[in-house]
């Protein structure tokens, strides 16, 4: 099967399969390194890092050169015209007419969709602000499956920065997927965001299970316990979650522990306080002591700052160089894979992965806007119109197709008035039945009451005390 010319964006643009296959591609070529010098002769990699990078951009561009592609690089924004105020759209059109593919980093979430959408090559992700990080993500797995062999009925727990941790985000995804269970450790005041929490109940099939902070449950390890999420692969502990599965981390321990550093660049962006670094977890032998972490991974995508004791780099136990070192094999073959200079097979059983993501898609160039100041579709207005899944109607909740913030606006209307189905032009409330009424290809969606009278639209009764409260 081919999977040239496909975009790696977020975790879920490769199904189940294709990460097994890539991994077995991976696998055969650190086997014969010296082997593939000729899979991607004659072909261009251009390399746009507009964040700090050492592993993911040097483990790109050594994939190439081991290819034997070339590769042309951006690694400074202050140096491209897009400090000249060129559009990202507009940058992508041209990097992909002298490229073959094209990885990005950028400090915007969604702006490797945008760079995907304009850009006529294949593009990967290697960042996008807080939301995703999905070749780190194949790293995590991979180390995962190489040192237990499956994924499936693992216990996985997730510590320190979830709520701006980008490997974070794009690993719950595909951990939910590939069948673990998910212990949320965060650190005080960084949790997981709604909107991962809410796509992992939505578009996965297991449950997830969130506990206050003060329950006795949650304090019984060396930081609070925030959630768990578990899969329906094991009916009987869906039965009672907190209890088996804490009962099951005691028993068989657990399995991998995946720390993350507090991603200090993103607070300031959201401006919150610096205190939340006083309660940071940090891993050290001491931390790791107890029994259910006798076979436990430690993992870390890397840079540390804090969080992780250097004492534990002689313990067997910690993965974390590991992870970084696979970078280069898996990026060989997600390159060859895309770049269409390798094909693989997939086994259709481990496609099992449904994908619940026929939400109606909502898209007008006026109206309800993301709210995510970070967001590539609020930076770049200019010319990228708003486009969200509706993935709920009561209460109406929208999820923005480029950073995946949900938003739950207040006011709606028909864009059928005109032809005089609506005898007035009104607009209504979000939670008024009209949210099921109209259909979802006339429905407009305003983020405030003045925005709809802006567009000549008056309020109708509800709508009109509603503004006015
Ligand atoms: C991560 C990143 O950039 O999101 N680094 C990496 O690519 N290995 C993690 C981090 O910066 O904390």
Redesign the pocket.
């Known amino acids: 099967m081919s999977l040239a010319n496909r975009n790696l964006v977020v975790v879920d643009d490769l199904s189940n399969g294709e990460v097994e296959a890539l991994f077995s591609l991976s696998d055969e070529m650190s086997n014969s390194m010296d082997k593939q010098s000729g899979v991607c002769r004659g072909k261009i990699m251009a390399s746009l890092f507009f ?6 951009r040097l483990s790109f561009e050594v994939a190439m050169h081991r290819l034997g592609g070339s590769v042309v690089s951006a690694v400074d924004i202050g140096a491209t015209s897009l400090a000249k105020g060129e559009s990202i759209a507009d940058m992508a059109r041209v990097v992909g007419s002298y490229a073959d593919i094209i990885v990005i ?1 950028h400090p915007w979430e969604g702006a490797a969709k945008v760079v995907a959408d304009y850009a006529g090559v294949p593009v990967i992700n ?2 996008d602000g807080s939301h995703q ?1 999905p ?2 993500t194949l ?1 995590d797995l991979y180390t995962i499956k190489k040192e237990k062999q499956t994924i499936e009925g693992l216990n996985i727990s997730l510590c320190g ?1 979830l709520k701006h ?3 974070i985000h794009s690993l719950t995804y595909a951990l939910a997927r590939f069948g673990a269970t998910i212990h949320f450790r965060p650190s005080p005041g960084l949790e997981l965001p709604e909107h991962v929490k809410r796509k992992l109940t939505t578009e996965y099939t297991g449950r997830l299970e969130s506990y206050d902070n003060q329950s006795d449950i949650a304090k019984v390890r060396f930081f609070p316990l925030d959630a768990i999420y578990m899969t329906p692969s094991k009916p009987h502990q869906l039965a009672n979650i907190p209890d088996v599965s804490l009962q099951i981390e005691m028993k068989t321990g657990v399995d991998a522990l995946y720390i ?2 507090l ?1 200090k660049e993103r607070l300031m962006a959201t401006a919150e306080s610096q205190d939340l670094k006083t309660d940071y977890p940090v891993i050290d032998r001491k931390s790791l002591k107890g029994k259910e972490f006798k076979r436990t991974l430690v993992m ?5 700052v804090d969080e992780l004791a250097y004492e534990m780099d002689a313990d067997p136990r910690s993965m974390y160089f590991k ?2 070192a696979c ?1 280069v094999p898996i990026r060989m073959a997600l390159i060859a894979l895309l770049s269409g200079a390798k094909e693989v097979s997939i086994a259709k059983e481990a496609d099992s992965f449904v994908h619940n993501m026929d939400y109606p898609i909502y898209r007008r160039n006026f109206g309800v806007k993301c709210q995510n100041q970070n967001c590539v579709s609020v930076n770049e207005s200019r010319y990228i119109t708003p486009e969200f899944g509706i993935i709920n109607l009561e209460p109406l909740t929208l999820r923005c197709a480029y950073c995946e913030h949900e938003v739950h606006p207040q006011y709606i209307a028909s864009s059928d008035w005109h032809e005089g189905k609506v005898d007035t032009k009104k607009y209504h409330r979000a939670d008024s039945h009209w949210a099921r009424k109209i259909k979802p290809e006339n429905l407009i969606i305003f983020d405030s009451g003045g925005e709809a009278e802006a567009h000549g639209f008056k309020p109708s009764h509800y709508a009109r005390e509603h503004h006015l409260r």
């Open positions: 964040e700090p990078s050492t592993r993911t980093r290697a960042g990080h070749t780190q790293c920065d941790g980008r490997t993350t550093r991603q870390h995508p890397l840079p540390r992870q970084a970078g």
